[in-house]
């Protein structure tokens, strides 16, 4: 099992683009989900999803849209890049209907926005 | 919502000393509190846990204590090692969720 793959690991973009961070799991959750890390400030919720066609708003969800089609995959796209959303995003997911809600987590991916 | 404060946010021990980190919650309904070590450049990764009916769990040199009543718990780690080092992230959930709330981090620096 590969678990939580995140693509790209790194992206520059410039203020004003959009992009698409891809995460996909082949470990069959239920539960995935996207955090940003910022120094200092540990990893906020952005958006996450119980499972396919559902999806609900984090802690910091504002320029982030999200859609789960499958399973498998949970993109995070950005709108219209701002500085303020350079970050270490985290994909992770977890297993439903178990008591405890251990988080799988991606590599991550680097974004600086200019 | 949840709100998870994490202490302390920079910890420096010596090889062979013990290391002990601190978080307290808000939310009540919180019973699912796991720990993660992330290390330079990987994600964060799950070393212990614990459930609220539990008060105290030992994975061999790390432990997690936990005081439902306070709202707080803890992590100790005993005779340190240097791969020790990492940042510790304590996070605070509610069952079934999928979605944990987590404290700010703690840099462990473990010098040989």
């Known amino acids: 099992n590969a678990g939580v793959t995140q693509t790209p690991k790194f992206q520059v973009l410039k203020t004003g683009q959009s992009m698409t961070l891809q995460c996909a799991q082949d470990?069959?959750?239920?539960?995935m989900s996207w955090y940003r890390q910022d120094p200092g400030m540990g990893l906020r919720l952005i958006h996450y999803?119980?499972?396919?066609?559902?999806?609900d708003q984090g802690e910091v969800p504002n320029g982030y849209n999200v859609s789960r089609s499958t399973t498998e995959d949970f993109p995070l796209r950005l709108l219209s890049a701002a500085p303020s959303q350079t970050s270490v995003y985290f994909c992770?997911?977890?297993?439903?209907?178990?008591?405890?809600?251990?988080?799988?987590f991606g590599e991550g991916s680097r974004l600086t926005v200019l | 919502g949840e709100n998870v404060e994490q202490h302390p946010s920079t910890l420096s021990v010596q090889e062979g000393d013990s290391a002990v980190i601190k978080c307290t919650y808000s939310?009540?309904?919180?019973?699912?509190f796991p720990w993660y070590k992330q290390e330079l450049g990987k994600g964060p990764q799950l070393i212990i846990d614990?459930?609220?009916?539990?008060g105290e769990k030992k994975d061999q040199r790390i432990a997690v204590t936990l005081n439902k009543t306070a709202k707080h718990f803890s992590l100790h780690i005993t005779e340190t090692q240097p791969e020790d080092s990492a940042v510790y992230f304590c996070?605070?959930?509610?069952?079934?969720?999928?979605?944990?709330?987590f404290g700010d981090g703690t840099t462990l620096t473990v010098k040989p």
């Open positions: 992770a997911s977890s297993q439903q209907g178990v008591v405890t809600g251990e988080l799988f």
């Open positions: 470990m069959n959750h239920e539960y």
């Open positions: 999803s119980v499972g396919a066609g559902i999806t």
């Open positions: 939310d009540s309904a919180s019973n699912y």
């Open positions: 614990i459930r609220s009916n539990v």
């Open positions: 996070a605070a959930s509610r069952a079934y969720t999928g979605k944990s709330t």
